[in-house]
């Protein structure tokens, strides 16, 4: 069960397409990111997912040499949009990228952005999350 309650009619990324459709394939393993923007928009879906199946996806797209020994999630927040402010390279054809978002968040401090740039790296043919700077 997600441990964060979100609207199945439509992805928590905003490209207004369905969950399933969008970033619940990629959750599910049915299909793998064809860019580092549609990795970053999975990767913001599963955190607001969260849960189990939020957790695995953030472990499993994050370059092994950086993600920590467990992902986890905080419940107690709740992720209300995603802005993809800028991109560089990412594309199907490159091995690196670079993704600018803002994330914007509710919870018990109040609601708040998180603004980063995040680095992604192409690994054969899977897009991993590498690390970011935060704005
Ligand atoms: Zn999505």
């Not at 970033?23 to 049915?30: N, Q, V």
């Not at 797209?61 to 920590?68: D, F, I, M, Q, S």
């Amino acid at each position: 069960m997600p441990a964060t309650p979100f609207d199945p009619t439509g992805c928590p990324c905003g490209t207004g397409r369905t969950y399933d459709a969008c970033c619940g394939r990629l959750h599910r393993g049915a299909a793998q990111a064809g860019t580092a923007e549609e990795l970053m928009r999975s990767r913001y879906a599963a955190y607001a997912v969260g849960g189990r199946t939020g957790a695995d996806h953030l472990f499993r797209t994050w370059h092994p040499r950086t993600r920590p020994d467990d992902v986890d999630p905080d419940p107690r927040t709740t992720w209300t949009g995603l802005e993809i402010v800028r991109t560089d390279a990412g594309g199907p054809d490159d091995t690196v990228g670079v993704v600018a978002f803002r994330a914007h968040h509710d919870g018990p401090g109040g609601p708040g952005v998180m603004a980063e740039t995040s680095r992604f790296e192409r690994r054969g043919r899977r897009w991993v999350y590498v690390d970011g700077d935060l704005a």
